[in-house]
């Protein structure tokens, strides 16, 4: 049973790297960009193999980290684009995905940042509105969720490092869209957890060696959800330093978990 199981892993990996590419300038093809009271968001989306508007499809938006920001429409598929690219996912898990990309100069969450110190502070106010790139975002899924070939029970959000940060707060600003989330070594304010603990599963994802966003963010997350009645699955990967979106990327129960999740009724 082992042996089997890391032969489908060694499978997953090669497909996963071979498709890397394609994921970027092909099944990613169409390269958007949405206009807001003079704000611009630039995405890119994937649409499923043989596409039928007459079917209903699950959606999923991923959030990049800091290093992929910009005005390119391409850098933030540089992680994670590959995994949901890959032929063989793209069979077994028909969908939706969506790859929005930062501008250089702002934030996915409003976060108090503090590089003079390593790991970076951080404080998450929640008195604050969202910035203009999350608003763009959550008006972008807003959009979608009207349209007819989106299965609304099924609405997903991932992301790193500031993506995980931007997880967590588009979660907490709206916690009855999405069926599931996961956040890779990212952080935000426990407090926040209330809104969404019983209502979104998530699961949560660092390094213990993480020297940029300490793994204790996590920890403080985790803790909320608990303390908030959620029941989230939490991986402390223990070798892995701010890079833990390999070693997630890599775990093969991560979209099986993802896709198995349908949003609760309120």
């Known amino acids: ?26 099944n990613f093809y169409e390269a958007k960009i949405k206009v807001s009271k003079n704000d611009t968001l630039r995405y890119r989306i994937m649409m499923p193999v043989n596409f039928d508007s007459s079917k209903k499809y699950p959606l999923v938006l991923f959030m990049h980290g800091a290093g992929e920001r910009g005005n390119d429409n391409k850098r933030q598929l540089v992680h994670g684009s590959s995994l949901f690219a890959s032929e063989m996912v793209r069979d077994w898990y028909s969908s939706i995905v969506i790859f929005p990309q930062c501008p250089k100069n702002s934030y996915w969450s409003n ?14 106010p929640l008195d604050k509105a969202p910035t203009k790139p999350l608003q763009l975002v959550i008006e972008l899924l807003e959009e979608y969720l009207q349209k007819p070939f989106v299965n609304t029970y099924q609405i997903y ?21 999405f ?23 998530f699961w949560i994802f660092h390094g213990a060696k993480d020297d940029v966003v300490s793994p204790e963010e996590s920890i403080k997350m985790v803790s909320g ?36 999740n349908i949003k609760k009724t309120n």
Not at 160 to 177: A, D, N, Q
Not at 179 to 201: D, Q, S, Y
Not at 240 to 249: E, I, L, T
């Open 1 to 26: 049973m082992q042996k089997n199981s890391s032969k489908l892993l060694m499978i997953f990996f090669f497909v996963c790297t071979s498709h890397f590419v394609l994921g970027q300038h092909s």
């Open 111 to 124: 976060a108090v940042v503090n590089r003079d110190k390593r790991p970076i502070g951080l404080d998450f």
């Open 157 to 177: 959000v991932g992301g790193l490092s500031m993506g995980g940060m931007g997880t967590f707060e588009i979660v907490y600003r709206k916690p009855t869209i």
């Open 179 to 201: 069926a599931a989330a996961f956040a890779i070594c990212g952080a935000g304010n426990p407090l926040a957890t209330e809104k969404f603990a019983k209502k979104v599963p």
């Open 225 to 260: 959800i608990i303390k908030n009645g959620g029941n989230p699955n939490f991986t402390l990967f223990a070798n892995a330093n701010h890079n833990s979106w390999d070693a997630a990327f890599a775990e093969p129960k991560l979209l099986p978990w993802l896709f198995s």
